[in-house]
């Protein structure tokens, strides 16, 4: 591709996609403060979490391997907490794990079972059989935080980080009390199919509209599976 449209076409998607901290401060003139992330895998994003001057973080995990590495990422720093569970809408039910056994400590793995993703993907293949692992909830996590005497991070949890591999919904729906106090809900999204019963992008739109979000910014690459913002909805009338 000649250079004049590999720049053009960069540009083109960094306009699409949007950074999530830039979009936040230049739109409301705000400050995530502490992050919730469900599916946080080895912890790759926590650099970033830290360079835009978040102090406090809550990060959750269910594969073993992956969870090691999440707990050295967090092991030097105060108000960083790692979580080895796997989240749905309920709390102590036995739910099949579904693994990728990929190279990216099986980034892709869901407690939905993969359909559309293995022909769309089929360089991430899963393991023939489940893993059985106990459920929890975001709502229990946060009990459980404020119970053990650490109500101050939870206090200054205001954004919910997602990427759970299509049952972000189901993550959702056992967060109502937590959704109460955030602000910004940054999850991965797509068009459905991509897992059995995963919930499309409208769906979720639907279900954080009734909890007071509105849709910020989306973008979907081409397989129909990418990134939303929503924000507390007030934001937009306070700007």
Same mark, same amino acid.
């Given at each position: 591709?000649?250079?004049?449209?590999?720049?053009?076409?960069?540009?083109?998607?960094?306009?699409?996609?949007?950074?999530?901290? &830039?979009?936040?401060?230049?739109?409301?003139?705000?400050?995530?403060?502490?992050?919730?992330?469900?599916?946080?895998?080895?912890?790759?994003?926590?650099?970033?979490?830290?360079?835009?001057?978040?102090?406090?973080?809550?990060?959750?995990?269910?594969?073993?391997?992956?969870?090691?590495?999440?707990?050295?990422?967090?092991?030097?720093?105060?108000? !960083?907490?790692?979580?080895? #569970?796997?989240? *749905?809408?309920?709390?102590?039910?036995?739910?099949?794990?579904?693994?990728?056994?990929?190279?990216?400590?099986? #980034?892709?793995?869901?407690?939905?079972?993969?359909?559309?993703?293995? &022909?769309?993907?089929? $360089?991430?293949?899963?393991?023939?059989?489940?893993?059985?692992? *106990?459920? *929890?909830?975001?709502?229990?996590?946060?009990?459980? !935080?404020?119970?053990?005497?650490?109500?101050?991070?939870?206090?200054?949890?205001?954004?919910?980080?997602?990427? *759970?591999?299509?049952?972000?919904?189901?993550?959702?729906?056992?967060?109502? $009390?937590?959704?109460?106090?955030?602000?910004?809900?940054?999850?991965?999204?797509?068009?459905?199919?991509?897992?059995?019963?995963?919930?499309?992008?409208? $769906?979720?739109?639907?279900?954080? #509209? @009734?909890?007071?979000?509105?849709? #910020? !910014?989306?973008?979907?690459?081409?397989?129909?599976?990418?990134?939303?913002?929503?924000?507390?909805? &007030?934001? @937009?009338?306070?700007?």
């Amino acid at each position: 591709m000649h250079p004049f449209f590999a720049a053009l076409k960069r540009r083109y998607r960094k306009q699409k996609a949007p950074k999530l901290f &830039s979009y936040i401060f230049q739109t409301f003139h705000l400050v995530p403060k502490g992050v919730f992330q469900v599916g946080a895998n080895g912890g790759g994003e926590i650099k970033e979490f830290i360079s835009q001057g978040l102090q406090k973080g809550i990060f959750v995990e269910p594969l073993p391997d992956a969870y090691k590495r999440l707990v050295q990422a967090v092991s030097a720093r105060p108000g !960083f907490y790692s979580v080895n #569970a796997v989240c *749905t809408d309920t709390v102590g039910e036995e739910v099949n794990f579904y693994i990728s056994t990929s190279g990216s400590m099986g #980034a892709s793995s869901s407690v939905l079972k993969p359909s559309g993703v293995l &022909s769309i993907h089929p $360089e991430v293949p899963f393991d023939s059989k489940p893993v059985s692992l *106990t459920s *929890t909830t975001v709502d229990q996590i946060v009990a459980d !935080f404020n119970s053990s005497g650490r109500s101050n991070v939870i206090a200054d949890m205001d954004l919910l980080y997602m990427d *759970t591999q299509g049952s972000e919904l189901i993550v959702l729906k056992g967060a109502g $009390e937590f959704l109460k106090q955030i602000r910004y809900i940054y999850t991965e999204v797509s068009l459905g199919g991509l897992y059995e019963n995963d919930a499309t992008h409208i $769906e979720i739109s639907g279900y954080l #509209a @009734f909890h007071g979000f509105s849709l #910020a !910014f989306i973008y979907m690459n081409k397989h129909g599976w990418g990134d939303a913002l929503y924000v507390r909805s &007030s934001l @937009f009338d306070n700007r």
